[in-house]
C-alpha cells in the first residue's frame, strides 16, 4: 500500500513540475514538448525519425587505448605563458582598433560614456 501512495505522491510530482516550469527559450514550455513527443510515436516528424535512426545504430565497441591512440595529438599539450602573452597583446590591439573609432566619434558629437 505504501508503495502505491509513493507512486502517486511521484505522480502528482511530475504534473505539478509540467505545470510550474517556465517555457523554455524556443517557445515550447513541458505540456506542449510532452504533446509533439505523444504524437510523434505514431507520426515522427523528420527530426524525430533521423534521432530514432541515430538511436538504432549499433554502438562501436572500442577499448579506451584505442580510443586514446586515435584521438591522440602530435605536438606539446601544455599551454605556454608566451603564446597566451601573444593572444591577449593580440586581442588587445584589436579592441583598441575598434574603441579608438567610437570613442572619436563620441567625441565629436559632445558625448562621453
Known amino acids: ?56 545504430a549499433e554502438p562501436v565497441d572500442l577499448s579506451l587505448a584505442d580510443f586514446l591512440r586515435a584521438t591522440a595529438s602530435e605536438g606539446d599539450g601544455y599551454l605556454h605563458p608566451e603564446e597566451l602573452a601573444e593572444d591577449l597583446r593580440l586581442a588587445r590591439e584589436r579592441a583598441t582598433h575598434v574603441l579608438r573609432p567610437r570613442r572619436d566619434a563620441a567625441e565629436a558629437h559632445g558625448t562621453t560614456r
Open 1 to 56: 500500500m505504501a508503495i502505491v501512495i509513493w507512486i502517486l505522491v511521484a505522480l502528482l510530482a511530475a504534473a505539478a513540475v509540467f505545470l510550474v516550469v517556465p517555457p523554455s527559450t524556443q517557445g515550447a514550455g513541458p505540456l506542449t514538448s510532452f504533446r509533439r513527443a505523444w504524437r510523434g510515436r505514431k507520426h515522427p516528424d523528420a527530426e524525430q525519425a533521423e534521432a530514432a535512426r541515430a538511436a538504432a
